[in-house]
């Protein structure tokens, strides 16, 4: 639907964004490329074992900025770089540092969607004269007359759905975004992307999350908080089953992830003939909580910071699909609100490892309800 | 629509005189101006042209002036070119980074180098400059008019400074050349960097002036080109450029060209301070003619750059940094502006052919653009404004 008004096309350099860009301005719509400068990839090099150069395929990086910088010139739109790094530092990377410190496993693509991307973007936008925003997101937006609703549905591609890092859009970021990908396919956008002449339609997806090379949540703690002076928390405790016997120690608890099996670190290393799994994580106590694969299913879990898409509220029970992590294939459930800001969900088959810190994203058929927190 | 440049000096188109002066030089006249031969001859003949208006420009000997690839080279060039470990080295916190990474590379060499920084206005204090001085002091380097503000630095006074102390005085002069009366034995300098693209001349060719006895260090050497100071065959086309563009550059000093871009940037700065909370960076202080630099209380510079530029204004705002996106201009903090006010500052700097319908194109646009940031976030005072 081409209408008389800028889009500000977020542009990171991936195939995706560009394909998106180049469907946009191909289709007569004005565009300007925006790529938010959001982390200095060589901020931490050096530290700890952080590389000095960082690869490409991360956001930020300079050949990232390039290729996004060398589509908009393929394409003869306008484009800029906005520097966005305090905001990102104070938004993003100063919670995922908290969280994980305390012993959650936080995801550090839906803070920056919920409380700085899809914000910024449209304050930035506005700002230059533009009334809507488009992403390279796999998700499909759509006005619901009848309910008055702007709702997000999963996209035609079920593999790359991205719904679940963008529970946390508000109506009003969703009626001024547009998702070009949400009906294709991604072999149909790397087509796309050759049609439209862009040199980087082969470019491989960015899998990492862009301000922690590698993946190494533990070395990019270790490094960043060197850099701000400050000391990593004393968060050493026991590794204990969960009837309380201690089975062990452990050296801090930002090693571990609820689910992970354990093995790592740890000294008076409990024997026995299965595998170990972290159950639970303390952060008061330090104690982590070993057991068996079958002690990680759980049949609830409680969710806050919600927010609600498909429907204003939730005044009641409703029969819905839960998706507790990124690869996790969503599982019925009957959700209630359970006080305030809070929902609790049943699952009609225990599921294994609800990891605090994590979205729990409720979805209706195709349809996106809302989303939290998992506490 | 209308385009407005007001991004002199970042970089300037070249006037059609110059372009006209170099045209020979690519094709017909291609010739090594080492070589031995004719056409070696007609090169040699057109570098030692420009060479003589250089001169006649710097007020010095045509054998004091040497041609460089432009203004990065010429302060790198001044800095490596005298310093040594144990020497002292005086300079200004609002330099180019062309002096100040320079700087910071000698300081790792073992030289001591001290950054005076200036005042409010934008201005350094010459006192601050001779309480720097150390018997050790080897070198001073101060630019003639600071990029970001405009403001004249009161280079005669430092030149007396140094020439007291017994020490080196380079003038950065990529700004100033061509805005105001130019003469290297008034500034009391050793040596005087300037830059070809921001007088109207083409990119990557530069000119310094050496005052004779000067011990300089060649950076680039090889053969045995402009004296054995700087070695690399004659870029003989940019060099003829840039000598046609000192050439009509002192023509505009006389011709009343300065005084009339005076009055439009007094007349843009006077329609821009009449929109309320703004200011001048540098206020009080001398300044080059084409150069305002204008402080916009709540608004978020970058975006007003941007939507500026969509308009049909180009102007800039801070420095880029390495992906192009802006940081808070180094200059402006150095004044003691805070980050936020920093980010919040754009530069209006006005080519020397600017016209009253740029004026007013000028003045149409930024009004309206800073009352839409503002009506848009009114938040973010004192967040990011």
């Known amino acids: 639907m081409k209408q008389d008004t800028t889009i500000a096309v977020a542009m990171s350099g991936g195939v995706d964004s560009s394909t998106a860009a180049a469907i946009l301005a191909r289709s007569g719509e004005t565009v300007v490329g925006l790529t938010l400068q959001l982390w200095d990839q060589t901020r931490l090099a050096g530290r700890h074992g952080i590389p000095d150069a960082p690869k490409a395929g991360r956001c930020c990086s300079l050949d990232d900025v390039y290729d996004a910088r060398r589509v908009a010139e393929h394409l003869g739109i306008p484009y800029y770089v906005v520097n966005q790094e305090e905001r990102f530092e104070r938004d993003v990377v100063r919670p995922f540092v908290a969280e994980y410190l305390a012993g959650r496993t936080p995801i550090p693509c839906s803070l920056c969607n919920n409380h700085l991307k899809f914000d910024q973007l449209l304050k930035t936008a506005r700002s230059i004269g533009a009334e809507r925003i488009a992403t390279g997101h796999y998700a499909v937006n759509e006005y619901d007359e009848k309910r008055s609703r702007w709702i997000l549905k999963r996209p035609a591609d079920l593999a790359k759905d991205q719904t679940y890092f963008l529970f946390g859009l508000t109506q009003e970021q969703l009626a001024h975004t547009v998702f070009p990908l949400g009906h294709m396919t991604k072999p149909e956008v790397r087509e796309a992307a050759r049609q439209h002449g862009l040199k980087l339609a082969g470019k491989p997806d960015s899998q990492e999350i862009c301000f922690i090379p590698g993946g190494d949540y533990k070395r990019f703690l270790t490094a960043y908080l060197e850099e701000q002076g400050e000391a990593m928390p004393e968060t050493a405790g026991e590794l204990v089953t969960a009837n309380g016997a201690v089975v062990g120690r452990h050296e801090g608890i930002f090693s571990f992830t609820v689910g992970q099996r354990k093995g790592l670190g740890g000294t008076g290393r409990p024997s026995g003939p299965s595998p170990l799994y972290v159950l639970n994580i303390d952060p008061a106590s330090h104690r982590v909580t070993v057991g068996a694969d079958a002690e990680l299913a759980s049949r609830t879990l409680r969710a806050r910071q919600l927010n609600w898409i498909g429907i204003a509220e939730l005044t009641g029970s409703m029969r819905v699909r839960v998706k507790i992590r990124h690869r996790h294939e969503p599982a019925w459930a009957t959700l209630e609100p359970a006080g305030a800001d809070e929902v609790l969900a049943t699952f009609d088959e225990p599921q294994r490892a609800v990891t605090p810190g994590q979205a729990a994203v409720f979805y209706d058929g195709d349809e996106v309800v809302g989303g939290g927190w998992i506490v | ?385």
């Open chain 2, 1 to 385: 629509m209308q385009r407005v440049y007001c991004d002199a000096n970042a970089t300037t188109p070249l006037l059609p005189e110059v372009m006209e002066a170099m045209r020979p030089y690519w094709m017909e006249e291609f010739g090594n101006a080492s070589s031995i031969h004719l056409q070696g001859q007609y090169a040699r003949k057109a570098v030692e042209g420009a060479r003589e208006i250089l001169a006649r420009f710097f007020h010095c000997r045509e054998a004091e002036v040497m041609f460089n690839s432009g203004g990065t080279e010429g302060d790198n060039t001044a800095i490596f070119g005298l310093l040594r470990a144990g020497d002292r080295f005086i300079t200004t916190s609002i330099e180019h980074s062309a002096v100040l990474r320079a700087a910071e590379r000698v300081a790792e060499r073992g030289v001591d180098v001290t950054f005076v920084a200036p005042q409010a206005n934008g201005l350094i204090d010459p006192e601050e400059i001779r309480r720097a001085v150390r018997p050790e002091t080897r070198l001073i380097s101060m630019m003639l008019a600071n990029n970001e503000t405009g403001v004249l630095q009161p280079v005669e006074e430092v030149g007396k400074i140094a020439a007291e102390a017994g020490a080196f005085f380079h003038i950065d002069a990529v700004q100033g050349a061509g805005k105001v009366e130019f003469d290297v034995r008034r500034f009391g300098c050793h040596l005087c960097t300037i830059s070809a693209h921001k007088m109207y001349g083409p990119k990557g060719v530069g000119a310094m002036y050496v005052r004779r006895g000067t011990p300089l260090e060649p950076l680039v050497v090889g053969g045995s080109h402009e004296r054995r100071r700087r070695a690399g065959t004659e870029n003989v086309p940019g060099i003829v450029g840039l000598g046609k563009a000192v050439e009509l550059a002192m023509k505009s000093l006389e011709d009343g060209t300065m005084e009339r871009v005076a009055r439009l940037r007094d007349r843009i700065e006077a329609g821009i301070l009449a929109i309320p909370g703004t200011g001048v960076n540098g206020e009080g202080a001398p300044r080059a003619a084409n150069t305002t630099n204008i402080r916009f209380e709540q608004v978020e510079g970058e975006a007003l750059v941007i939507a500026l530029d969509l308009k049909g204004v180009a102007v800039s705002g801070g420095s880029a940094c390495h992906s192009g996106a802006t940081e808070p201009s180094h200059v402006l903090m150095a004044m003691g502006l805070d980050k936020n006010a920093a980010r919040a500052s754009l530069r209006f700097s006005l080519l020397k052919t600017a016209t009253d319908a740029d004026a007013d194109h000028v003045l149409r646009v930024v009004p309206e653009a800073v009352e839409h940031l503002r009506a848009l976030s009114p938040e973010v005072a004192g967040t990011r404004g």
